[in-house]
């Protein structure tokens, strides 16, 4: 099975500020790779696919990169509405694998 | 507008079952793959289960493979998730997502229904 490894697990920061969250796969997945957010009491919500192509919607200061084994979000500016849980997603040849999650809490 | 609300959860018992569902509006139900995630109290994401959109095919995780059994009825647009020889260990909400191919990302999630196994 492909492990998906986040990094941090927890981020602290503040409005305004560049945040990037790491996400590492235990095989290369080319491409397939999602990203998404999570409020507390809330649905999971797609904000990236395909390692880097923006879902409908979601606001352009989210951005996602990599390829093979490792893979980042970026958020540019972040936003009061993004202090959130985000989970990386693999999803190479039929088989799905989240990340442990990446909680980033107001500093 | 895509709706995916499931129903089914509640108390199960060790070694029980309990058999979820989950209703889909909004799309053409029998094009696409639907899944079953899960999430745990205070853990992460966890995906459990995906079937293609003919009901062919289902993919499982190690953790739930031989214990669950995922199908669907494209009549009555109704996405199913039977859990047999339950265990502590699947106490979680269990979503039901939306693929938007047979074998990537998931594009809409329900709301979830909350499995005790007590």
């Known amino acids: 099975d492909i492990q998906m490894t986040q990094s941090p697990s927890t981020l602290s920061a503040s409005v305004g500020d560049r945040v990037t969250i790491t996400c590492r796969a235990s095989q290369s997945i080319s491409s397939w790779l999602a990203w998404y957010q999570q409020k507390p009491g809330k649905v999971p919500k797609l904000l990236i696919y395909?390692?880097?192509s923006l879902e409908s919607g979601v606001p352009s200061r989210f951005s996602g990169s990599g390829s093979g084994t490792e893979f980042t979000l970026t958020i540019s500016s972040l936003q009061p509405d993004d202090f959130a849980t985000y989970y990386c997603q693999q999803y190479y040849s039929y088989s799905w694998t989240f990340g442990q999650g990446t909680k980033v809490e107001i500093k | 507008e895509v709706q995916l609300l499931e129903s089914g959860g509640g108390v199960g018992q060790p070694g029980g079952s309990l058999r979820l569902s989950c209703g889909a509006s909004g799309f053409t139900f029998s094009s696409y793959a639907m899944s079953w995630v899960r999430q745990a109290p205070g853990k992460g994401l966890e995906w459990v289960s995906t079937i293609t959109g003919g009901g062919s095919t289902a993919y499982y995780a190690d953790s739930v493979k031989g214990r669950f059994s995922i199908s669907r009825d494209n009549s009555k647009n109704t996405l199913f998730l039977q859990m047999y020889s339950l265990r502590d260990e699947d106490t979680a909400v269990y979503y039901c997502?939306?693929?938007?191919?047979?074998?990537?990302?998931?594009?809409?999630w329900g709301q979830g229904t909350l499995v005790t196994v007590s």
């Open positions: 997502a939306k693929n938007r191919g047979a074998d990537v990302h998931f594009d809409y």
């Open positions: 395909k390692a880097s």
